[in-house]
C-alpha cells in the first residue's frame, strides 16, 4: 500500500525559508517520479516541483530559483525546499506520485497523494 506523509509546514514572515518532508512508504522513492503540489485557499491545485527517476528536476516559473526538490533514497524521503518566501506561496502542500507518466504539472497524472501540509507566507 502506497502510502505518503507530508511534515514541516509552519507560519513564516516574507523573506524567510521553509523545508518541507514527504514521507513515503509501499515503494521506494527512487522508483517513480514524484511531484508537490500547492493549493491556494480557494484556487485550483498547481504543480509546484517535480524530481524524476532519473534524479532530473522541473520547477513551476513561479518558484524557479526559490525552491529546491530533492529526495534521500535511503530514508525514502522527498524534500521541497523553500527559500525567499512571498505571500503568494501561502497554500496547502502535497507530495503526490505516481508511475505513470503525463505532464508533470497535472494533478490527474498522479494517483496516490499525502494528506498536505499548510504553509503561511505573512509580513
Known amino acids: 500500500q502506497v502510502e505518503l506523509v507530508e511534515s514541516g509546514g509552519g507560519s513564516v514572515q516574507v523573506g524567510g525559508s521553509l523545508t518541507l518532508s514527504c514521507v513515503a512508504s509501499?515503494?521506494?522513492?527512487?522508483?517513480?517520479?514524484l511531484a508537490w503540489f500547492r493549493q491556494p485557499s480557494g484556487k485550483a491545485r498547481e504543480g509546484v516541483a517535480i524530481?524524476?527517476?532519473?534524479?532530473?528536476?522541473n520547477y513551476a516559473d513561479s518558484v524557479k530559483g526559490r525552491f529546491t526538490v530533492s529526495r534521500d533514497n535511503a530514508n525514502n524521503t522527498a524534500y521541497l525546499q523553500m527559500d525567499n518566501l512571498k505571500p503568494e506561496d501561502s497554500a496547502m502542500y502535497y507530495c503526490a506520485t505516481s508511475s505513470n507518466g503525463g505532464i508533470w504539472s497535472s494533478p490527474a497524472n498522479f494517483g496516490d497523494w499525502g494528506r498536505g501540509t499548510q504553509v503561511t507566507v505573512s509580513s
Open positions: 524530481i524524476l527517476t532519473s534524479g532530473g528536476t
Open positions: 509501499g515503494y521506494a522513492i527512487n522508483r517513480r517520479r
